[in-house]
């Protein structure tokens, strides 16, 4: 079975700095791969998402993510963090095809310090 | 930017009693969905439907759970008698082909 592992329960980092956020999947193929975020009271909003092809992936509000088949990882990455960003963020994996099953990750709580 | 929506966005209720969650999806969505967040847990795959039939459930997808479209826009979620541990945040997602969009979820809460 599928699983996703984010190994960062909580991380703080300073606005302006850099991010990045960590991801490990187990999938016997290669899978399809997702960033979502979620802000207090709000719902799931996808950040990017990795199916085939260039393994660097470009996401709204300047986020990208690097899918490394070797490691299994799909790391999440942003330059310069805003206070903006403060938020949970969710890796998720699926198998692929129509049915959209995604297994998430348990989550890591980005807090940005002024 | 067309999104889902899902009502009620809070609902209390007394174990043993009937819920209904409802999602209005985007429109010309195919895929509908119902994930749900046990607080402090993984947010979990329940149910997948598509042509007016479930596709793919889960373990917790169990007989006390079921989905409908009753009019063709809303997609609803019932839970036919709460348990104390069907309480948790439940979002609905609609999409077309490996693609999807979730609602900002129902809080449900059993007490």
């Not at chain 1, 992936?57 to 990455?77: D, M, T, W, Y």
């Not at chain 1, 198998?95 to 709580?109: A, R």
């Not at chain 2, 009502?7 to 994930?35: A, D, K």
């Amino acid at each position: 079975a599928q699983s996703v592992t984010q190994p960062d329960i909580h991380i703080t980092v300073s606005e302006g700095a850099s991010l990045e956020l960590r991801c490990n999947y187990s999938y016997g193929a290669t899978p399809y791969l997702f960033w979502y975020v979620q802000s207090p009271g709000q719902g799931l909003q996808l950040l990017l998402k990795y199916f085939s092809g260039d393994t660097l992936v470009q996401g709204i509000k300047g986020f990208e993510a690097e899918f490394k088949r070797s490691q299994s990882s799909f790391n999440l990455r942003k330059p310069s963090v805003h206070w903006s960003d403060a938020a949970e963020y969710f890796c998720a994996v699926d198998s692929g095809g129509s049915n959209y099953k995604l297994t998430f990750g348990k989550g890591t709580l980005l807090t940005v310090n002024p | 930017e067309p999104e889902v929506t899902q009502t009620p966005s809070h609902q209390v209720t007394q174990m043993g009693q009937e819920v209904i969650l409802r999602c209005v999806p985007i429109s010309n969505h195919l895929y509908f969905y119902w994930y749900r967040q046990i607080l402090g847990q993984k947010v979990e795959f329940l149910v997948s439907f598509y042509n007016n039939e479930i596709s793919e459930k889960s373990e917790i997808f169990d007989d006390q759970f079921s989905v409908e479209r009753p009019d063709g826009s809303n997609f609803t979620l019932k839970i036919r008698s709460t348990k104390l541990e069907d309480s948790a945040m439940y979002f609905c997602a609609t999409g077309g082909y490996a693609e999807a969009f979730f609602g900002q979820g129902t809080r449900l809460t059993v007490v």
